[in-house]
């Protein structure tokens, strides 16, 4: 190859790192982040037989080699967040570059205004919204309407001192942890202004932003490899602890919450709605799609509840029906929406993440005394949330996976036609 040859090859590459990069640090899921990749070095005339990409959490390598050449770059992803526009804009820019015939600037000038695009919601408007999400999850976990407003507002004054910690500058996790301090803290003082009748449940909802829902379901290896755990639950369990030293009383109160739901079904439905648009400002969905998550959420909730308590077959069962029946329409809602699938599944049953179970759990963990049964009580609910989380998961993935199969073909007859077309005209230079 020629110096020349070599020169626009690593361009290439660079574009092509970078694209991936933006998917990733958006909390794309690998597979999407490969498809994409390899669609965009389709475009850019790079064979998909030479073209070998491996995709970890923090860096993303990609080598191109035939018998003669073999050229390899790596990128680092270090500012990892959620962005659903993002994964979106990137999805249909990589077809966009094959049908309309992109140049390599045209593309990276495309990619640039992506990365610079500014966030759907302002930051204060984002902060109301994880309000109002974690209050959301009050309700569902059986507190009143007074519970929700106190939730919203100690999950507003933590939101806003993570995001004043990430502003300057601090560490991420100890923002993370001092987040969720501020939070439960301020929601044991609202148990004792006694206007609610379920005083202790704020304490568990209020916190509830920080849990990584999207990478639990796109990738739980993802998560543990990130230890993004760590802080949520020092904060958190440290709250817990100093409060339960002085207040012996919360760790009975938490363990007498009722499972079961007490009010009808439109106001779960209103709740899980609240939650799902709550979390979808958080993930900077489109606008237009706030009300389409909205329905999600409901049918989600709905189901979970409907299959646990009217049928019988529990919790576990229960949410892995919700998310399933979520994704099974999603599967046909995103030719309607023009999204990918997890920008619609993804924030409709996040509602479904079982936060009592798991602050039982923390809480059993923490205010361990010796008493007989106290670790086998805390393993149980620890398992009984790992589990619903999973089926959250496989209910999301499993109807995902067999339509990509299904329409795997498809896709790829209509890529190479549109290669085909760019042969025809001129366009497509193959390296």
């Keep these: 190859m020629t110096d020349k040859e070599v020169l626009l090859l690593r361009r290439k590459l660079d574009l092509l790192l970078r694209t991936g990069k933006l998917l990733m640090e958006s909390a794309a899921d690998t597979n999407r982040i490969e498809r994409n990749m390899k669609r965009v070095a389709a475009f850019m005339g790079i ?42 804009q990137v999805s249909k820019l990589s077809w966009r570059a094959i049908e309309q015939d992109y140049s390599l600037d045209k593309y990276e000038e495309e990619l640039e205004k992506i990365v610079r695009q ?41 939101f806003r001192v993570r995001a004043r910690c990430v502003e300057a500058g601090l560490n991420a996790y100890m923002g993370i942890a001092l987040a969720a301090f501020i939070c439960t803290c301020l929601a044991y003082a609202s148990s004792f202004l006694g206007i609610s009748d379920t005083p202790y449940l704020p304490l568990l909802a209020c916190a ?59 106001v779960y439905a209103i709740a899980a709605a609240i939650s799902a648009v709550g979390f979808s400002m958080i993930f900077n ?46 599967v046909k809602a995103v030719h309607w929406f023009h999204v990918p699938n997890h920008v619609l599944t993804i924030p409709s049953v996040i509602p479904m993440i079982p936060g009592v179970l798991m602050y039982r759990s923390l809480l059993g963990f923490i ?47 209509y890529l190479q036609e549109e290669l085909e077309k760019r042969r025809q005209r001129g366009k497509f230079i193959e390296w």
């Design 47 to 88: 064979p998909e037989e030479k073209l070998h990409i491996d995709i970890r959490w923090t860096m993303i390598m990609v080598n191109v080699s035939d018998e003669r050449n073999s050229f390899s770059k790596f990128q680092k992803c270090e500012k990892h967040g959620i962005n659903m526009t993002t994964i979106s």
């Design 118 to 158: 500014p966030r759907n919601y302002t930051p204060y408007i984002v902060a109301v919204g994880a309000g109002f999400a974690c209050g959301g999850f009050c309700k569902l976990f059986g507190g009143d309407w007074i519970a929700f407003l106190l939730t919203s507002i100690c999950t507003f004054i933590g």
């Design 208 to 266: 509830l932003f920080i849990v990584p829902g999207v990478p639990l379901i796109n990738f739980v290896d993802d998560m543990i490899d990130n230890h993004l755990l760590v802080g949520i639950t020092f904060g958190i369990a440290f709250a817990l602890r100093l409060l339960v030293m002085n207040d012996v009383s919360i760790d009975h109160k938490f363990s007498e919450l009722s499972m079961v739901p007490h009010d009808p079904y439109y």
């Design 285 to 330: 969905i489109q606008r237009r799609l706030l009300w389409v998550v909205a329905l999600g959420g409901i049918i989600a909730v709905c189901i979970r509840n409907f299959v646990n308590f009217e049928l019988g077959y529990g919790p576990v069962i229960g949410s892995f029906m919700g998310s399933f029946v979520v994704s099974l329409i999603a």
């Design 367 to 413: 205010n361990l005394h010796g008493v007989i049964g106290e670790v086998t009580n805390a393993f149980s609910n620890g398992i009984n949330s790992a589990l619903i989380i999973l089926c959250i998961s496989l209910g999301v993935a499993v109807p995902n996976i067999f339509a990509r199969r299904y329409i795997a073909k498809d896709r790829q007859r």
